[in-house]
Nanobody, 116 residues
Framework: QVQLVESGGDLVQPGGSLRLSCVAS????????MGWYRQAPGKQRELVAT???????NTADSVKGRFTISRDNAKNTVYLQINSLKPEDTAVYYC??????????WGQGTQVTVSS
């Protein structure tokens, strides 16, 4: 079965950095567009960044310049490098795998909390 397993969430101080990882299994990883989404308490889930099978990236304006998505097809892993963290970045971060809008899978999420 398909599994997306996120890791790397933590409690960090404002201005800190984190690298989130998502390891995929049960899919032909290199063919999927991979994405990171986040959901803060009381808010809707929102797109953070995506990376296509060809390596093209799309990053939300709200995090552009601070968040970087990347992938390693040999390791079936997608990463999200998060720098200059702000309290408003506090959320559960979810990994997503999409295949031409026909197949769509989600991970269970990893908590990022930014607080002093």
């Amino acid at each position: 079965q398909v599994q997306l397993v996120e890791s790397g969430g933590d409690l960090v101080q404002p201005g800190g950095s984190l690298r989130l990882s998502c390891v995929a299994s049960g899919i032909t990883f290199s063919m999927y567009t991979m994405g990171w989404y986040r959901q803060a308490p009381g808010k809707q889930r929102e797109l953070v960044a995506t990376i296509t099978s060809g390596g093209s990236t799309n990053t939300a304006d709200s995090v552009k310049g601070r968040f970087t998505i990347s992938r390693d097809n040999a390791k079936n892993t997608v990463y999200l490098q998060i720098n200059s963290l702000k309290p408003e970045d506090t959320a559960v971060y979810y990994c997503n795998a999409e295949y031409y809008k026909r197949l769509n899978y989600w991970g269970q999420g990893t908590q990022v909390t930014v607080s002093s």
